[in-house]
Structures are given as structure tokens and as C-alpha cells.
């Protein structure tokens, strides 16, 4: 027996420094709970994909790729802990919607986060024209007016343009950095080509040496350097009028990649810190109710082992509060439901186990005897549930959207975390207040109900 009280004081110790470690954590800012939008406030976007020039086995490929470029872009402008992620919708008909759900915690300047998610610099190197045309003079007849207006477009047409594109664009760019000129010391950007684009750029160089090589980004001209001799080991300077500011805005969105499909956005909103600080004490309201109305419960009417599933639930909180942080969970209201319903199931196990050992008690046995066939014959009922609802959780997580994972995961954990406080702790401290005897006031103290 001196083993199990020695067992007990070890688990209730442990839960102790663990809730000290919590209350630590949250009070002194070194490991707060990481809240979600709905909590924290900030910025909530939605964008509808165009995969309608992707064929269907690669829109996966796609939807993905572009999710990671976005989740790098957000993380180059310093929101924390965002979350960037892909839901797919069925339309009538068969059809199928693909969108992507980007939350901004902390932005609450909807049209900031928009830009600069948005924008993507076209990065394009253009060569020398071998065949301008020569032709300066443009002619005029009465042919070029359409509705009484004067139509260049066919004259125009006939002017052949300095420069012609070539292959080598931003889509061969493996980084981009931020420099300075030695010795006018303004901003210049260094360009990085992988494996592919350092072939294209030393094919290029070695095909213009003493001519120009245009860069444009975004269609504008920024820098027209004289090729001296061929460059190889794929690194390319760009200079322009840059402010320190402006270059390292572009570093960054040359470094963001650009976005394998079109997107459009379709929906914003936007949470205030207030509303999502209501949010949170609403919660925390509720589940403090919960657990006061489920404590009166258990008492009342279960007893001693009543008081027992009390001081394991109230551990089975604690460990809950250290998974979110060691994991890390991010807390929504959502998540927050989940909880307070995996602490119904948690009270669930404890009172199959309480009303097994009650049948065994009528029957005759002693409190110990009976709790061990209460535990051991309530293990197949609290198995099979807890597993059902762990399957549901998989479930949704894996099918549901933005919301209903975060529900889905406080939940799933809730139930495995409950499952094995209840067999666990609650085992062991039960074993521990029972001992060996089996007089009027133990059995009284074990009973449940209206029961003596």
C-alpha cells in the first residue's frame, strides 16, 4: 500500500509543479498561450484560386506551393504566429472551388496585409534587338480613324522595340540580397540564380559581351548595364535610384517567389483586440462554469470518488494547458469548445467507472475488490467511446476547415489526455483512500446516490 500512497504524492507533486510552470509561463510573458485570430484580433483573407489553366493531377501541387509562398511572404513582414492554409469546396454540378485562408494575428490594417500579400515583382532580363526597325517616321491616313478617333495601333506596330525578352526571368531566382555600394554607398540588390538560371545568365552574357542587357521589374526598366564578358556562377547586380527603404521592400518580395496560380480576393474581416479580449474572458467564463457545476455534481451525488475525479480533472486541465504550450496549440474560441467537451468525456469515464464499482458493492464485494472489477469491467465502454470520438476528431480535422480544426484538435486531445487520467490517476488515488477496510462509513463514503 505504501507504494501507491508513495506513487500518489509523486503524480499530485508533479501536476503541482506543472500548473506552477503554467502560471509561470503566462504571468511572466516568457511562454504565453499563443491565441488565435478570433482571440487575439487581426486580419482574416480569403482568396479563390484560378486552376483553371493547371491540369487536374498537379492542382494539389499547386494549391500547395502556393500556400508556401504565401506563408513566406507574411512571415518576411514580422506577424506573428500566422496561419496560411487551403480548403476545398464542392460546387453543384460536381465542381470544385479551391481557396486560401490567410489569418494575420495582431494586423488589423485589412489593406497593409492585402498589398502585401498581393503583389508579386515581375523580374524579367531583356537583350538588345538584332532587327530594330529603322523606321522613325510614322504615317498618318484617314484609315487610322475609327469613329472619328485616331487609331495607332497598325502604325505603331511597324516600330520594332530596342530590347527582346528572354527566358530568364524572377521564376530562376534563388535569393536576392540587400547591398551597398562600396563607394557611393547607395542600396544595390544581388541576385542569386539556381542551378538553371546561373546556365541561362552565363548563355546570355556570353552571347552580349559590350552590349546592354535591360532589367525591368514590373514592366519598368530599372537598370541597363554593358555586359564586359561573359558571367558565370549565376550572380547579376541590379542598380537603380533606390531608397534603402524601396530596396529592401523589393529584396523581400523578390524572395517571396512568385504565385504558381492566380488568386482574388473574395472576403475580408477584421477582428478588433477588444472583441477578441471579450472573446477569451467569454470562454474562460463558460468553462470556469462548467467545471463548477460538474465539481457540485460529482460531489453530491458520487461522494468520495466524486472528490477523487475532482483533483484528477483538475489535473487533466493542467496537462491540457502544458500540451498547448509544448506543442504549441494555437487557443481559438473554437478550441476552447473543444476543451470544455473533452472534459464532459473525461467526467464520463470517471462516472461509468464509479457506477461499475457501485453494482459490484450491491453485489456483495468489498470497496477494494469492487473497485478493481469497477475499473477493469468499465475499460471496454470507456475504450470503445473515447475511440469513436478520437476516429470523429481525425475526421474533421483532416476534412474541416480553418474552424472546425481548431475544435477538432483541443477535442481529440481532450479525449486521449482523459482517457488516461482516468485509468491513471484516478486508479491510483482511489486505491489509496480505500486501503483494506470495509466498514459502514467507507462503503457509505464509496456508495453513490440515494445509496447507504
Same mark, same amino acid.
Given at each position: 500500500?505504501?507504494?501507491?500512497?508513495?506513487?500518489?504524492?509523486?503524480?499530485? =507533486?508533479?501536476?503541482? @509543479?506543472?500548473? #506552477?510552470?503554467? %502560471?509561470?509561463?503566462?504571468? $511572466? *510573458?516568457? /511562454? +504565453?498561450?499563443?491565441? &488565435? =485570430?478570433?482571440?487575439? @484580433?487581426?486580419? #482574416?483573407?480569403? %482568396?479563390?484560386?484560378?486552376? $483553371? *489553366?493547371? /491540369? +487536374?493531377?498537379?492542382? &494539389?501541387?499547386?494549391?500547395?506551393?502556393?500556400?508556401?509562398?504565401?506563408?513566406?511572404?507574411?512571415?518576411?513582414?514580422?506577424?506573428?504566429?500566422?496561419?496560411?492554409?487551403?480548403?476545398?469546396?464542392?460546387?453543384?454540378?460536381?465542381?470544385?472551388?479551391?481557396?486560401?485562408?490567410?489569418?494575420?494575428?495582431?494586423?488589423?490594417?485589412?489593406?497593409?496585409?492585402?498589398?502585401?500579400?498581393?503583389?508579386?515583382?515581375?523580374?524579367?532580363?531583356?537583350?538588345?534587338?538584332?532587327?530594330?526597325?529603322?523606321?522613325?517616321?510614322?504615317?498618318?491616313?484617314?484609315?487610322?480613324?475609327?469613329?472619328?478617333?485616331?487609331?495607332?495601333?497598325?502604325?505603331?506596330?511597324?516600330?520594332?522595340?530596342?530590347?527582346?525578352?528572354?527566358?530568364?526571368?524572377?521564376?530562376?531566382?534563388?535569393?536576392?540580397?540587400?547591398?551597398?555600394?562600396?563607394?557611393?554607398?547607395?542600396?544595390?540588390?544581388?541576385?542569386?540564380?539556381?542551378?538553371?538560371?546561373?546556365?541561362?545568365?552565363?548563355?546570355?552574357?556570353?552571347?552580349?559581351?559590350?552590349?546592354?542587357?535591360?532589367?525591368?521589374?514590373?514592366?519598368?526598366?530599372?537598370?541597363?548595364?554593358?555586359?564586359?564578358?561573359?558571367?558565370?556562377?549565376?550572380?547579376?547586380?541590379?542598380?537603380?535610384?533606390?531608397?534603402?527603404?524601396?530596396?529592401?521592400?523589393?529584396?523581400?518580395?523578390?524572395?517571396?517567389?512568385?504565385?504558381?496560380?492566380?488568386?482574388?480576393?473574395?472576403?475580408?474581416?477584421?477582428?478588433?483586440?477588444?472583441?477578441?479580449?471579450?472573446?477569451?474572458?467569454?470562454?474562460?467564463?463558460?468553462?470556469?462554469?462548467?467545471?463548477?457545476?460538474?465539481?457540485?455534481?460529482?460531489?453530491?451525488?458520487?461522494?468520495?470518488?466524486?472528490?477523487?475525479?475532482?483533483?484528477?480533472?483538475?489535473?487533466?486541465?493542467?496537462?491540457?494547458?502544458?500540451?498547448?504550450?509544448?506543442?504549441?496549440?494555437?487557443?481559438?474560441?473554437?478550441?476552447?469548445?473543444?476543451?470544455?467537451?473533452?472534459?464532459?468525456?473525461?467526467?464520463?469515464?470517471?462516472?461509468?467507472?464509479?457506477?461499475?464499482?457501485?453494482?459490484?458493492?450491491?453485489?456483495?464485494?468489498?470497496?477494494?475488490?469492487?473497485?478493481?472489477?469497477?475499473?477493469?469491467?468499465?475499460?471496454?465502454?470507456?475504450?470503445?467511446?473515447?475511440?469513436?470520438?478520437?476516429?470523429?476528431?481525425?475526421?474533421?480535422?483532416?476534412?474541416?476547415?480553418?474552424?472546425?480544426?481548431?475544435?477538432?484538435?483541443?477535442?481529440?486531445?481532450?479525449?486521449?489526455?482523459?482517457?488516461?487520467?482516468?485509468?491513471?490517476?484516478?486508479?491510483?488515488?482511489?486505491?489509496?483512500?480505500?486501503?483494506?477496510?470495509?466498514?459502514?462509513?467507507?462503503?457509505?463514503?464509496?456508495?453513490?446516490?440515494?445509496?447507504?
Amino acid at each position: 500500500m505504501w507504494k501507491k500512497r508513495l506513487l500518489a504524492l509523486i503524480i499530485i =507533486l508533479f501536476a503541482a @509543479g506543472l500548473g #506552477y510552470f503554467v %502560471y509561470w509561463s503566462q504571468t $511572466s *510573458g516568457k /511562454a +504565453p498561450f499563443k491565441l &488565435g =485570430l478570433d482571440l487575439s @484580433g487581426g486580419t #482574416y483573407l480569403t %482568396y479563390q484560386a484560378d486552376v $483553371s *489553366g493547371i /491540369a +487536374p493531377a498537379d492542382i &494539389g501541387t499547386a494549391m500547395d506551393s502556393l500556400r508556401n509562398v504565401i506563408e513566406r511572404r507574411v512571415n518576411l513582414f514580422g506577424v506573428s504566429e500566422p496561419r496560411v492554409s487551403t480548403q476545398t469546396t464542392t460546387l453543384a454540378g460536381n465542381g470544385r472551388q479551391y481557396q486560401l485562408v490567410v489569418e494575420l494575428p495582431g494586423v488589423t490594417d485589412a489593406q497593409k496585409a492585402i498589398s502585401m500579400i498581393g503583389q508579386t515583382p515581375l523580374l524579367q532580363f531583356e537583350t538588345e534587338n538584332p532587327n530594330p526597325s529603322s523606321a522613325q517616321t510614322i504615317h498618318v491616313s484617314s484609315s487610322d480613324l475609327k469613329d472619328g478617333k485616331l487609331d495607332l495601333s497598325a502604325a505603331l506596330a511597324g516600330l520594332g522595340s530596342k530590347y527582346v525578352p528572354t527566358a530568364l526571368t524572377g521564376q530562376y531566382l534563388s535569393r536576392a540580397t540587400l547591398e551597398f555600394d562600396p563607394t557611393t554607398h547607395t542600396p544595390t540588390i544581388g541576385l542569386q540564380f539556381n542551378a538553371q538560371g546561373a546556365q541561362m545568365f552565363a548563355d546570355i552574357t556570353g552571347a552580349n559581351i559590350g552590349k546592354t542587357i535591360a532589367i525591368y521589374l514590373d514592366g519598368s526598366p530599372i537598370s541597363s548595364p554593358t555586359v564586359d564578358q561573359k558571367i558565370v556562377g549565376g550572380q547579376a547586380v541590379i542598380t537603380g535610384k533606390f531608397t534603402p527603404d524601396e530596396a529592401k521592400t523589393l529584396v523581400e518580395r523578390l524572395n517571396s517567389g512568385a504565385l504558381p496560380v492566380p488568386v482574388s480576393l473574395i472576403s475580408t474581416s477584421t477582428i478588433g483586440p477588444t472583441l477578441g479580449a471579450s472573446a477569451t474572458h467569454a470562454g474562460l467564463v463558460a468553462g470556469l462554469i462548467a467545471i463548477i457545476f460538474v465539481a457540485t455534481l460529482l460531489i453530491v451525488w458520487y461522494r468520495l470518488p466524486g472528490f477523487i475525479a475532482i483533483i484528477a480533472l483538475a489535473m487533466y486541465t493542467i496537462f491540457m494547458l502544458v500540451l498547448f504550450k509544448l506543442i504549441p496549440v494555437t487557443i481559438t474560441s473554437s478550441g476552447i469548445a473543444g476543451l470544455i467537451i473533452s472534459l464532459g468525456m473525461a467526467v464520463d469515464a470517471n462516472i461509468l467507472i464509479f457506477e461499475r464499482t457501485k453494482e459490484e458493492m450491491l453485489a456483495g464485494k468489498t470497496v477494494a475488490d469492487s473497485l478493481h472489477d469497477g475499473f477493469g469491467r468499465a475499460w471496454n465502454s470507456i475504450r470503445d467511446g473515447n475511440i469513436s470520438s478520437i476516429i470523429s476528431a481525425i475526421i474533421l480535422y483532416w476534412f474541416g476547415s480553418t474552424l472546425i480544426q481548431g475544435f477538432a484538435l483541443t477535442f481529440g486531445l481532450g479525449v486521449l489526455v482523459s482517457m488516461i487520467t482516468a485509468f491513471t490517476i484516478s486508479r491510483i488515488m482511489l486505491y489509496v483512500v480505500a486501503g483494506n477496510g470495509n466498514g459502514r462509513i467507507k462503503r457509505f463514503l464509496f456508495s453513490s446516490g440515494l445509496s447507504k
